[in-house]
């Protein structure tokens, strides 16, 4: 795994959750970053969030580090602020850093008041055990509910030079990002400025961490962060930028199919394309809401292909068209045809769809060619027992 230069990274367990395991973690850029980031759209917003925010604007979109705490969300708290503030001032002295380059980020249990002592007192020890091999300790360290650390790596030549980008990511409930608790920062020694990677950011949510749904809530921590330090001293002119664009969306592409993998109690991942519809925004309004219906998670969950409740959560989503033109296939097999039943073989697709992954196509033929494609997953009783038991 090749990682991107100029960045250290360190863990360690501060108490914050009961589990003795890492909770803590440092992500530290040698030089400062340009950084951009985008953040939930919830109206419930936890303090780290809108510290985040301020801290981006008030630098200039300049990143040192970004300090992150899991087991506690610090989120709709008395002290939330002055606890975010505090982690940041800290860290700050320990790095000679302004505190405005200084991003924080948490997650984990919404309303419970969190010790910034436990934070600080663990911070020298964490700028002292900084080293440059830290990056998949980051990515266990901010699990929740996660079963595995998410992560990936991509490289990539410019005529300037080769570049690298690597991005880790948590979440495994709660999630349905708007900008779900989802968390992820990308990381990359190109050189660029803040707008560029905004530029570069935007496009590349909206056709991947937008693309997500595990149960259809979105969280109060949503964080998307991407950072760029220049220490491979390679400036990617314009021309180049798409490519780099695109780099950047299979990346982010790679880490949502392992949130929508790794979904609470989830045993299948789906896919579902949408063709036809009006324009690519209508796509995607059917694609989540094919993606949120309960009866269709169920329904994959044990490999019933019942096609009827596809097309009931397409009718639903708000946009028109017409299901006398609609066709639908799982696992790529035709079960609907023209809004009615196809011929198929029950058992055939009963097999297929046991499979760790799952597709649904749906196809409304005509002369739009509207499209989007959209990840989540399966809904078994697992989700029930996990956020059932969250907090005992």
Same mark, same amino acid.
């Given at each position: 795994?090749?990682?991107?230069?100029?960045?250290?990274?360190?863990?360690?367990?501060?108490?914050?959750?009961?589990?003795?395991?890492?909770?803590?973690?440092?992500?530290?850029?040698?030089?400062?970053?340009?950084?951009?980031?985008?953040?939930?759209?919830?109206?419930?917003?936890?303090?780290?969030?809108?510290?985040?925010?301020?801290?981006?604007?008030?630098?200039?979109?300049?990143?040192?580090?970004?300090?992150?705490?899991?087991?506690?969300?610090?989120?709709?708290?008395?002290?939330? #602020? =002055? !606890? @975010? $503030?505090?982690?940041?001032? *800290?860290?700050?002295?320990?790095?000679? &850093?302004? %505190?405005?380059?200084?991003?924080?980020?948490?997650?984990?249990?919404?309303?419970?008041?969190?010790?910034?002592?436990?934070?600080?007192?663990?911070?020298?020890?964490?700028?002292?055990?900084?080293?440059?091999?830290?990056? #998949? =300790? !980051? @990515? $266990?360290?901010?699990?929740? *509910?996660?079963?595995?650390?998410?992560? &990936?790596? %991509?490289?990539?030549?410019?005529?300037?030079?080769?570049?690298?980008?690597?991005?880790?990511?948590?979440?495994?409930?709660?999630?349905?990002?708007?900008?779900?608790?989802?968390?992820?920062?990308?990381?990359?020694?190109?050189?660029?400025?803040?707008?560029?990677?905004?530029?570069?950011?935007?496009?590349?949510?909206?056709?991947?961490?937008?693309?997500?749904?595990?149960?259809?809530?979105?969280?109060?921590?949503?964080?998307?962060?991407?950072?760029?330090?220049?220490?491979?001293?390679v400036t990617l002119p314009r021309s180049e930028q798409k490519l780099f664009r695109e780099l950047l969306t299979r990346l982010l592409e790679d880490l949502v199919r392992k949130i929508a993998r790794d979904g609470e109690g989830a045993r299948r991942l789906i896919t579902i394309e949408v063709e036809g519809a009006l324009n690519d925004a209508a796509a995607a309004q059917i694609a989540r809401s094919i993606a949120n219906s309960p009866l269709v998670k169920t329904a994959v969950a044990g490999a019933d292909a019942n096609w009827g409740r596809i097309l009931m959560a397409a009718g639903k989503a708000g946009v028109p068209f017409d299901p006398a033109r609609t066709d639908i296939y799982v696992q790529?097999?035709?079960?609907?045809?023209?809004?009615?039943?196809?011929?198929?073989?029950?058992?055939?697709?009963?097999?297929?769809?046991?499979?760790?992954?799952?597709?649904?196509?749906?196809?409304?033929?005509?002369?739009?060619?509207?499209?989007?494609?959209?990840?989540?997953?399966?809904?078994?009783?697992?989700?029930?027992?996990?956020?059932?038991?969250?907090?005992?």
């Amino acid at each position: 795994m090749r990682l991107p230069l100029g960045y250290r990274y360190a863990t360690c367990y501060a108490g914050i959750r009961q589990e003795r395991k890492d909770d803590l973690a440092l992500i530290v850029s040698d030089p400062a970053a340009s950084a951009a980031a985008m953040f939930t759209t919830n109206a419930v917003r936890a303090a780290p969030v809108k510290l985040s925010e301020q801290h981006l604007r008030a630098s200039g979109g300049k990143m040192r580090a970004v300090l992150i705490n899991a087991g506690n969300a610090n989120c709709a708290t008395r002290t939330g #602020e =002055r !606890v @975010a $503030r505090e982690c940041c001032r *800290t860290l700050a002295r320990l790095l000679r &850093a302004p %505190a405005n380059q200084i991003l924080p980020a948490s997650t984990g249990v919404i309303g419970a008041e969190l010790d910034a002592s436990l934070i600080t007192r663990r911070l020298p020890e964490l700028v002292a055990g900084l080293s440059e091999d830290g990056f #998949e =300790r !980051v @990515a $266990r360290a901010i699990m929740t *509910t996660d079963t595995t650390p998410k992560f &990936a790596t %991509a490289e990539a030549a410019f005529r300037g030079g080769h570049i690298r980008i690597a991005g880790l990511t948590k979440g495994a409930g709660m999630i349905q990002p708007n900008m779900a608790t989802m968390l992820a920062f990308v990381l990359t020694d190109a050189q660029m400025t803040p707008v560029e990677l905004w530029e570069a950011l935007t496009p590349a949510v909206e056709q991947t961490y937008h693309r997500l749904s595990v149960d259809g809530d979105t969280s109060t921590n949503d964080t998307i962060l991407l950072a760029a330090n220049g220490a491979s001293g390679v400036t990617l002119p314009r021309s180049e930028q798409k490519l780099f664009r695109e780099l950047l969306t299979r990346l982010l592409e790679d880490l949502v199919r392992k949130i929508a993998r790794d979904g609470e109690g989830a045993r299948r991942l789906i896919t579902i394309e949408v063709e036809g519809a009006l324009n690519d925004a209508a796509a995607a309004q059917i694609a989540r809401s094919i993606a949120n219906s309960p009866l269709v998670k169920t329904a994959v969950a044990g490999a019933d292909a019942n096609w009827g409740r596809i097309l009931m959560a397409a009718g639903k989503a708000g946009v028109p068209f017409d299901p006398a033109r609609t066709d639908i296939y799982v696992q790529g097999v035709a079960v609907c045809r023209s809004g009615v039943a196809a011929q198929f073989s029950e058992e055939e697709v009963e097999e297929k769809m046991r499979a760790p992954e799952c597709s649904i196509r749906l196809v409304i033929r005509g002369r739009h060619r509207g499209r989007a494609r959209f990840f989540t997953c399966d809904l078994t009783e697992d989700y029930i027992r996990i956020n059932a038991e969250y907090r005992t």
